[in-house]
């Protein structure tokens, strides 16, 4: 392992971003969101990239980014939801950073973010529906990248950190890795 680097993956919605923040607090780390590194880098919202340069180019741009901050100086990583998409990004995750999976039921995520407008795959007549086909889709992506998983469901931020301290404590990757 090169890093002490935590990358988090599972769905858009599943609380990389909300989580990745309390727990780099947490470990004394800084915390890195790929959405807004990628967003500082093309100088607009990731949404109006998508509308006007389409998906691919902007999975070209996330494999860059998500290759920078799996390598160098330890922190707390939230990843974008399709990251895993690209074989590349799962093995460089996999290989550089302890991956840990926030999976979320699509009902539950739905709950979640059924008003942000900032979500561009669920600017859709049925978001709920387009949740169930990328959870479909990408669980077992996330599966295979993970280290381990933490079920999110209803705990807490606070006691969402703990549970991933305490996995990162118990692993033989948290023991391998000072500092964690």
């Known amino acids: 392992m090169t ?15 909300t989580i990745g923040r309390q727990l780099a ?3 004394g780390l800084p915390f890195f969101d790929s959405d807004a590194v990628i967003e500082q880098r093309i ?5 109006l990239f998508f509308e006007q340069e389409g998906e691919a180019r902007f ?20 990843t974008g ?28 995520v739905f709950r979640r973010v059924r008003h942000d407008r900032n979500r ?14 990328l959870h479909a889709q990408r669980d077992p992506l996330y599966a295979e990248t993970a280290h381990f998983t933490i079920d999110t469901g209803r705990p807490s931020v606070s006691t969402l950190v703990n549970m991933i301290v305490m996995q990162l404590d118990m692993s033989d990757i948290g023991r391998a890795t000072p500092g964690l």
């Open 25 to 27: 607090r947490r470990l």
């Open 81 to 108: 939801g399709g990251t895993v998409l690209r074989e590349d990004n799962r093995r460089i995750l996999h290989a550089n950073t302890v991956v840990v999976y926030l999976r979320s039921a699509p009902e539950e």
């Open 59 to 78: 999975r070209d741009i996330e494999a860059e980014v998500i290759a920078e901050l799996a390598a160098g100086a330890s922190k707390v990583l939230s």
């Open 43 to 47: 100088g607009c919202p990731i949404r």
């Open 3 to 17: 890093s002490r680097t935590v990358a988090l993956v599972g769905l858009p919605g599943s609380g990389k971003s």
């Open 120 to 133: 561009p795959l669920l600017q859709v007549d049925d978001p709920l529906q387009k949740l169930r086909d």
